[in-house]
């Protein structure tokens, strides 16, 4: 059983930082990539940033120089170090993850997301 745990969402006021960590374990043959999503209250979910599994870093504009993601590969985990949040960086912030898993059957590639961690940011 593959899953995906998030932690480390909260209540902040504007201007401070928070780190959400994703963790991913199970039959885990490879990590493709890695990304958080957001979604806030009435709108879509949203790409926030994604690290290949070569280390490439993408972020959503509105994120850039504030926001940074970060993978150890040694552990399957990725984390969110967010500052100078502000109140539209309010959401549910989940982590999915691009995996190649053992099965029954072999190996097979799918996505897999987290359960999503809300994040508050007071103005």
């Known amino acids: 059983q593959v899953q995906l745990v998030e932690s480390g969402g909260g209540l902040v006021q504007a201007g401070g930082s928070l780190r959400l960590s994703c963790a991913a374990s199970?039959?885990?043959?490879?990590?493709?990539?890695m990304a958080w999503y957001r979604q806030a209250p009435g709108k879509q979910r949203e790409l926030v940033a994604i690290i290949t599994s070569g280390g490439s870093t993408n972020y959503e504009d509105s994120v850039k120089g504030r926001f940074t993601a970060s993978r150890d590969t040694s552990k399957n985990t990725l984390d969110l170090q967010m500052n100078s949040l502000k109140p539209e960086d309010t959401a549910v912030y989940y982590c999915?993850?691009?995996?190649?898993?053992?099965?029954?059957?072999?190996?097979?590639?799918?996505?897999?997301w987290g359960q999503g961690t809300q994040v508050t940011v007071s103005s």
């Open positions: 199970g039959s885990i043959v490879s990590i493709n990539a």
């Open positions: 999915t993850a691009d995996l190649t898993v053992y099965t029954g059957r072999g190996a097979t590639r799918r996505d897999y």
